[in-house]
């Protein structure tokens, strides 16, 4: 299965979005009730981001006007939808931000899809106890100390990809999902994923200034394609 990616910064957003006709009527709305600058300015990154990873995927005009007829809704489950003129649009995305950076990952219709990107930090060891299995804490540990800060938020990001693919996010216990990170010399590196329900999810992850990026499919999906 083939997904793409597309990443953006702050720096590609377009000047004064809330008076821009990129945004239709509903997420002018949305955007109104959000008070704080952060969220704001994560939530029209995400949107605009989304946007044109789906109009390009679908060989769709990029002005404004088109992009306005182009809603990224939240679902029920609160997952992200796309919607052309009021219809779903044939894909199915995953979005994500972290320290000024978004990310969407767009794949067919039906489609179960995650994906994420996380800042490398340091994390305690109680962190790992409270969200990692038992496998990943004994990961962690055999690793030299320097690499066990990208170990740790490769792992959280991976199950945050793998969450998102189930459609239900941090409302699951993260213990449920198990993450066995496989090694590689491309630019995306393989992953594995193990829900207790015994379902897998095959799918990337890379580092890449300071930042991780993980991505999970099912069916399991080639290497992202970058937009």
């Known amino acids: 299965m083939q997904v793409h990616w597309l990443e953006q910064t702050e720096a590609d957003l377009p000047e004064q979005p809330e008076h821009a006709g990129w945004l239709s009527a509903g997420e002018r709305a949305h955007l109104a009730g959000l008070r704080f600058p952060k969220r704001r300015a ?27 007829d182009l809603e990224i809704c939240a679902a029920s489950d609160g997952a992200p939808e796309a919607f052309l003129a009021g219809k779903p649009a044939p894909v ?12 969407c ?3 067919p219709a039906g ?11 340091p994390r305690i060891a109680a962190f790992a106890a ?13 690793a030299p100390p320097q690499e066990q800060p990208g170990l740790m938020t490769l792992i959280w990001s ?10 239900a996010g941090l409302r699951l216990d993260t213990r449920c999902v198990v993450v066995s990170p496989g090694d590689g010399s491309g630019v995306w ?28 499919g099912d069916p399991p999906a080639l290497p992202p394609t970058r937009l």
């Open 42 to 68: 994560d939530w029209l990154l995400g949107r605009w981001t989304a946007k044109s990873a789906v109009a390009r995927c679908l060989n769709l005009p990029s002005d404004f006007s088109a992009l306005g």
């Open 92 to 103: 199915t995305i995953s979005l994500s931000h972290s320290a000024g950076v978004a990310v």
């Open 105 to 107: 990952a767009v794949a």
């Open 111 to 121: 489609t179960a899809l995650g994906c994420d990107v996380e800042l490398v930090e």
């Open 130 to 142: 409270d969200y990692f299995s038992p496998e990943e804490q004994a990961l962690v540990a055999q």
């Open 158 to 167: 991976a199950k945050e990809s793998a969450l998102k693919a189930l459609r």
């Open 189 to 216: 590196r393989p992953l594995h994923v193990r829900h207790e329900s015994g379902r897998e999810f095959r799918g990337w992850w890379q580092a890449r200034n300071g930042l991780v990026r993980t991505l999970v």
